[in-house]
């Protein structure tokens, strides 16, 4: 089973975390819909409700090959990839999923997202909530 760990640092306070237990995705290759995210650097962004499915969710900005910057949300990386996210839930389809049976009220999720709540950075003129690193 594979864990998350979040650590988002609030400075002067110091820094907080919170880790989780991870939902495996269905498909094994990276490249693919549905496959696990790609390891690597990636910005956190703001909490919102996701429309269609009604759960917790951040985009994910996976951050580019050659150091430049990030990828918006919808643009594929070099490997095909977009519309990463992280948030809780029972199965993955290529986002960082918390497994939580409870989504929105599970517990670990909810320490989750106290964790990333509590971030708050700006880059290139937008804000963000702090950075993900997927190994």
């Known amino acids: 089973m594979d864990f998350l760990t979040i650590v988002i640092l609030t400075f002067p306070w110091g820094r907080a975390s919170a880790t989780c237990p991870t939902q495996p995705p269905k498909e094994r290759r990276e490249d693919r819909f ?14 919102k409700i996701h429309k ?57 999720w909810q320490r989750i997202r106290r964790v990333i709540d509590c971030g708050n950075m700006t880059y290139r003129r937008s804000s963000y909530t702090g950075f993900l690193y997927v190994q």
């Open 34 to 47: 549905g496959g696990p995210t790609p390891r690597g650097e990636y910005l956190i962004g703001k909490w």
């Open 52 to 108: 269609r499915h009604g759960i917790d969710w951040y985009k994910l900005y996976p951050k580019k090959e050659d150091n430049s910057g990030y990828y918006p949300y919808r643009q594929p990386t070099r490997r095909g990839r977009s519309v990463m996210g992280l948030h809780p839930g029972k199965t993955s389809l290529g986002c960082v999923t918390v497994r939580a049976p409870t989504y929105n009220r599970d517990a670990c």
